[in-house]
C-alpha cells in the first residue's frame, strides 16, 4: 500500500470541551445519497474513543503547504487535552468539530455507522456541511514521505 499515493487529511472532534485530531490518508468518497464518507481510526488512537463518543466530527484536506500540521498529528503520544493547542482552527459551523484554517477543503459530519476493521474501526459519516478553500496543491503521501500534487 506505500505504493499508492494519497491525500492527507485531518479528522477531528471535539469531545468534552477537548479538542482531537488525527492525520488520516483512508478518507473515501461513500455515497452521493445520501452523501456519505469514511475515514479509519485506529482503536488505540487518541481520536478514537472520542470521535465515537461524540458521533461528529470534521475533516480538513491539507494543502501541500501543511505538512507540518500533518506531521503534528500523526504524532504518537501527542497531549490528549485540547491536541489544536496552537493550531489555525475554527469551530465548524454545524458540528462545533475543529476544521483547520487554510484547508483546500472541510466537511463535517454525523457518524452513520461503524465496523470493525481488525485494529482499526471504519467510522462512515453523513456529511452535513463542506467548503472549498483555495485552489492550491494538494499534500500527498507515497512511500512514507508527503508530497504534493504540484510534484
Given at each position: 500500500m506505500s505504493r499508492y499515493a494519497t491525500g492527507?487529511?485531518?479528522?477531528?472532534?471535539?469531545?468534552?470541551?477537548?479538542?482531537?485530531?488525527?492525520?488520516?490518508?483512508?478518507?473515501?468518497?461513500?455515497?452521493?445519497?445520501?452523501?456519505?464518507?469514511l475515514f479509519c481510526c485506529e482503536r488505540d488512537a487518541?481520536?478514537?474513543?472520542?470521535?465515537?463518543?461524540?458521533?461528529?466530527?470534521?475533516v480538513s484536506v491539507l494543502p501541500?503547504?501543511?505538512?507540518?500540521?500533518?506531521?503534528?498529528?500523526?504524532?504518537?503520544?501527542?497531549?490528549?487535552?485540547?491536541?489544536?493547542?496552537?493550531?489555525?482552527?475554527?469551530p465548524?459551523?454545524?458540528?462545533?468539530?475543529?476544521?483547520?484554517?487554510?484547508?483546500?477543503?472541510?466537511?463535517?459530519c454525523r457518524t452513520w455507522a461503524t465496523y470493525d476493521g481488525g485494529d482499526h474501526t471504519i467510522v462512515v459519516g453523513e456529511v452535513l456541511d463542506l467548503g472549498c478553500g483555495d485552489d492550491a496543491p494538494g499534500l500527498l503521501y507515497l512511500r512514507g514521505s508527503y508530497g504534493t500534487t504540484a510534484d
Open positions: 492527507v487529511s485531518v479528522v477531528a472532534t471535539a469531545h468534552e470541551g477537548v479538542r482531537y485530531g488525527m492525520t488520516v490518508n483512508s478518507l473515501t468518497s461513500v455515497s452521493l445519497e445520501p452523501t456519505l464518507m487518541s481520536l478514537h474513543g472520542p470521535v465515537l463518543e461524540a458521533g461528529t466530527w470534521g501541500a503547504t501543511q505538512q507540518d500540521v500533518a506531521a503534528w498529528f500523526a504524532t504518537r503520544g501527542r497531549p490528549g487535552v485540547d491536541q489544536f493547542n496552537g493550531q489555525h482552527a475554527h465548524g459551523a454545524v458540528t462545533g468539530a475543529p476544521l483547520l484554517e487554510g484547508a483546500l477543503a472541510w466537511f463535517e
